[in-house]
């Protein structure tokens, strides 16, 4: 019997995506099969992906990776969610937090019974009844506490991290696993004739690398997927304009907070993730609204502590591949699109990415149904993170500056419209199948940027006064509790995984 399996794999590009991709097919596949990276020290490697998402612990976890080695080894901090300042009014804060809003109550999502509260003046704001929420501006964290039925024993967090050092992290798991990294450049590509299908990379060596199946892990230039196989690229740029980012490290002042900060200026919006040892920052702008001297500008004079580089410009679109698999190359991370890093998704779309390889993984007939499935499914969560990441810009009343009043009034995808007027109108959310961000996230966010619903769900009327009020208020007295009992995210940090001095 012929043997049909697909057991020579080339990964094109290093950095997060490339030794991702290395990590996880070197976990899931027997030692039969060849995994071989190349990459150049001499490119650069696009470091936007530091901050995450709860997911990044389902990829850590199936590698057996020890967390608290992990967290050391990155110089990692972590991470309740993400701060929004100015979004919606100058002057406006919210949190997004992970994890839910509340306690449910039967088939009703608790904000429901909060927003007849709320509208009636007798409720707090709804950071107060959510642990993460309510625990990350007060620099607060645990990763879990054995509190029987408490909140408290099942938090939901990520981290922040530095992403080359993560790449190294895992670049030393593949090795120990088999897989062979190259050092070089590819200067040329060979297809077969019959069907274009990639048959090998030329390095500057002289050398050929073979392969069955191929990632394009090469960044946002897409060697395989793009320059060689023509696949094509959806802009998304008319929903969200911008098109580059200013980033730069700096000293850390004070301790480190357990959330992302995401600040809106005026035209775009600036990051802060704190790390162990620095703290990482970058400016996403639109460069029809702001020039790029400005924008390094405005980065700088914002910055907690000193500035330790030059910003460093990055340039991009926003969008996806037509196909993310195509032939015989699947594209991973920057190669198959660029999400802007509004909601800490890019490092999740190289996980979710690998994690579809592996289970559309290909015989050597390269089933077109399952590469027509896989590029459906990955279609389908670009377009859904891209219509949550479209309402951070479109929910807002800011009309001070021409970027944001592009935003405020600009066209949107009628989905994302539909799901605003929705909740505007009833309070409610639906979540479509498999998205990423699920009711908890579409609430806070919307609520954060002044959607507040006419009214709520008519069932919560069947509580009498006293009972609704009873019940909101014990939520809110349980997160008081639980946060009081957390240690600080500085405390938690120095007891379990506090990294080596970085010699300065």
Same mark, same amino acid.
């Given at each position: 019997?012929?043997?049909?399996?697909?057991?020579?794999?080339?990964?094109?590009?290093?950095?997060?995506?490339?030794?991702?991709?290395?990590?996880?097919? &070197?976990?899931? *596949?027997?030692?039969?099969?060849?995994? @071989?990276?190349?990459?150049?020290? =001499?490119?650069? $490697? %696009? !470091? /936007?992906?530091?901050?995450?998402?709860?997911?990044?612990?389902?990829?850590?976890?199936?590698?057996?990776?020890?967390?608290?080695?992990?967290?050391?080894?990155?110089?990692?901090?972590?991470?309740?969610?993400?701060?929004?300042?100015?979004?919606?009014?100058?002057?406006?804060?919210?949190?997004?937090?992970?994890?839910?809003?509340?306690?449910?109550?039967?088939?009703?999502?608790?904000?429901?019974?909060?927003?007849?509260?709320?509208?009636?003046?007798?409720?707090?704001?709804?950071?107060?009844?959510?642990?993460?929420?309510?625990?990350?501006?007060?620099?607060?964290?645990?990763?879990?506490?054995?509190?029987?039925?408490?909140?408290?024993?099942?938090?939901?967090?990520?981290?922040?991290?530095?992403?080359?050092?993560? &790449?190294?992290? *895992?670049?030393?798991?593949?090795?120990? @696993?088999?897989?062979?990294?190259? =050092?070089?450049? $590819? %200067? !040329? /590509?060979?297809?077969?004739?019959?069907?274009?299908?990639?048959?090998?990379?030329?390095?500057?060596?002289?050398?050929?690398?073979?392969?069955?199946?191929?990632?394009?892990?090469?960044?946002?230039?897409?060697?395989?997927?793009?320059?060689?196989?023509?696949?094509?690229?959806?802009?998304?740029?008319?929903?969200?304009?911008?098109?580059?980012?200013?980033?730069?490290?700096?000293?850390?002042?004070?301790?480190?907070?357990?959330?992302?900060?995401?600040?809106?200026?005026?035209?775009?919006?600036?990051?802060?993730?704190?790390?162990?040892?620095?703290?990482?920052?970058?400016?996403?702008?639109?460069?029809?609204?702001?020039?790029?001297?400005?924008?390094?500008?405005?980065?700088?004079?914002?910055?907690?502590?000193?500035?330790?580089?030059?910003?460093?410009?990055?340039?991009?679109?926003?969008?996806?591949?037509?196909?993310?698999?195509?032939?015989?190359? /699947?594209?991973?991370?920057?190669?198959?699109?660029?999400?802007?890093?509004?909601?800490?998704?890019?490092?999740?779309?190289?996980?979710?990415?690998?994690?579809?390889?592996?289970?559309?993984?290909?015989?050597?007939?390269?089933?077109?149904?399952?590469?027509?499935?896989?590029?459906?499914?990955?279609?389908?969560?670009?377009?859904?993170?891209?219509?949550?990441?479209?309402?951070?810009?479109?929910?807002?009343?800011?009309?001070?500056?021409?970027?944001?009043?592009?935003?405020?009034?600009?066209?949107?995808?009628?989905?994302?419209?539909?799901?605003?007027?929705?909740?505007?109108?009833?309070?409610?959310?639906?979540?479509?199948?498999?998205?990423?961000?699920?009711?908890?996230?579409?609430?806070?966010?919307?609520?954060?940027?002044?959607?507040?619903?006419?009214?709520?769900?008519?069932?919560?009327?069947?509580?009498?006064?006293?009972?609704?009020?009873?019940?909101?208020?014990?939520?809110?007295?349980?997160?008081?509790?639980?946060?009081?009992?957390?240690?600080?995210?500085?405390?938690?940090?120095?007891?379990?995984?506090?990294?080596?001095?970085?010699?300065?």
């Amino acid at each position: 019997m012929n043997d049909k399996r697909v057991t020579n794999i080339v990964i094109v590009g290093g950095g997060t995506a490339g030794w991702m991709s290395a990590s996880a097919l &070197a976990k899931a *596949l027997s030692r039969d099969f060849s995994i @071989r990276l190349i990459e150049s020290d =001499e490119i650069g $490697i %696009v !470091g /936007v992906g530091e901050a995450t998402i709860p997911q990044i612990k389902l990829f850590n976890n199936a590698l057996d990776l020890d967390e608290r080695d992990f967290v050391r080894k990155t110089q990692g901090t972590f991470k309740l969610g993400i701060q929004f300042v100015d979004w919606g009014r100058l002057g406006d804060r919210y949190i997004h937090g992970f994890g839910t809003i509340g306690q449910d109550l039967g088939l009703i999502q608790f904000h429901h019974y909060w927003l007849k509260l709320f509208k009636q003046g007798r409720a707090e704001d709804v950071a107060a009844y959510s642990l993460n929420t309510a625990a990350a501006p007060v620099n607060k964290f645990v990763n879990t506490m054995n509190v029987e039925n408490s909140p408290l024993s099942n938090i939901a967090y990520a981290y922040h991290f530095d992403a080359s050092l993560y &790449a190294r992290y *895992l670049r030393g798991y593949a090795e120990a @696993r088999g897989v062979r990294r190259t =050092e070089g450049k $590819i %200067v !040329g /590509v060979e297809q077969r004739g019959a069907d274009g299908f990639i048959e090998s990379v030329v390095l500057e060596s002289g050398e050929k690398v073979g392969g069955d199946l191929f990632i394009d892990c090469s960044g946002f230039r897409g060697l395989l997927i793009e320059q060689t196989l023509k696949t094509g690229y959806d802009d998304w740029t008319h929903w969200l304009p911008c098109d580059r980012a200013m980033a730069v490290p700096s000293e850390n002042v004070g301790p480190p907070t357990p959330y992302t900060r995401s600040s809106a200026r005026t035209a775009g919006w600036q990051w802060r993730i704190p790390l162990q040892h620095r703290t990482g920052n970058g400016y996403v702008y639109s460069s029809k609204y702001i020039s790029d001297d400005e924008a390094a500008a405005t980065l700088l004079k914002h910055l907690d502590g000193r500035a330790l580089a030059d910003p460093r410009p990055l340039r991009f679109v926003t969008g996806k591949r037509k196909k993310f698999w195509n032939k015989n190359v /699947v594209a991973i991370g920057l190669a198959s699109g660029f999400m802007e890093p509004l909601e800490s998704t890019s490092i999740h779309l190289i996980q979710s990415g690998i994690g579809r390889l592996i289970s559309c993984f290909p015989e050597q007939d390269f089933s077109q149904t399952l590469i027509d499935r896989y590029n459906a499914q990955a279609a389908f969560e670009f377009e859904r993170i891209r219509d949550f990441l479209i309402l951070h810009y479109h929910a807002t009343e800011r009309d001070d500056t021409p970027f944001w009043n592009y935003c405020r009034t600009m066209s949107v995808p009628q989905q994302l419209k539909d799901n605003m007027e929705l909740f505007r109108e009833s309070g409610r959310f639906y979540r479509e199948g498999e998205e990423l961000f699920a009711v908890t996230s579409w609430v806070q966010v919307m609520l954060g940027q002044r959607i507040m619903p006419k009214t709520y769900h008519p069932l919560v009327d069947n509580l009498s006064d006293a009972e609704l009020t009873e019940f909101v208020g014990g939520v809110g007295t349980l997160m008081r509790r639980c946060v009081a009992a957390m240690p600080t995210h500085a405390e938690f940090i120095a007891r379990t995984c506090a990294a080596e001095k970085v010699p300065g």
